[in-house]
């Protein structure tokens, strides 16, 4: 069982950034694809950015396009969610979650039924 640690959430201000890591102990992280998602008090869990394994090949959601992106440091066998230009919204709290390396991130979308491991969410705050 894949084991993930998210971690980065803190309350910031509206127009900030804020940096989100997903860790892991163990295996590599390289080995799997990655995503990110986040879910706000009484709504569904959204996913918003994803990484593939093979080639770092990454698509963020229309909602955080061009704000929020993710990518690797193999090294220190972490991912991450960079997200800007943050906006006033109801706290959420972001989870990672990792499948298999032959799940290849699509634009059609990244569903939460498509992973099987995950960590236990970190929560952000933007005040405005």
């Known amino acids: 069982q894949v084991q993930l640690v998210d971690s980065g959430g803190d309350l910031v201000q509206s127009g900030g950034s804020l940096r989100l890591s997903c860790a892991a102990s163990?295996?590599?992280?390289?080995?799997?694809?990655i995503a990110w998602f986040r879910q706000a008090p009484g709504k569904e869990r959204e996913g918003i950015s994803c990484?593939?394994?093979?080639?770092?090949?990454?698509v963020d959601a229309d909602s955080v396009k061009g704000r929020f992106t993710s990518s690797r440091d193999n090294g220190k066998n972490t991912v991450y969610l960079q997200r800007n230009s943050l906006k006033h919204e109801d706290p959420e709290i972001y989870y990672c979650?990792?499948?298999?390396?032959?799940?290849?991130?699509?634009?059609?979308?990244?569903?939460?039924?498509?992973?099987?491991?995950w960590g236990q969410g970190t929560q952000v705050t933007v005040s405005s």
């Open positions: 979650a990792a499948t298999n390396p032959m799940y290849y991130c699509s634009d059609d979308g990244t569903s939460v039924r498509d992973f099987d491991s």
């Open positions: 163990g295996f590599s992280l390289s080995h799997y694809t």
């Open positions: 990484i593939t394994s093979s080639d770092s090949y990454t």
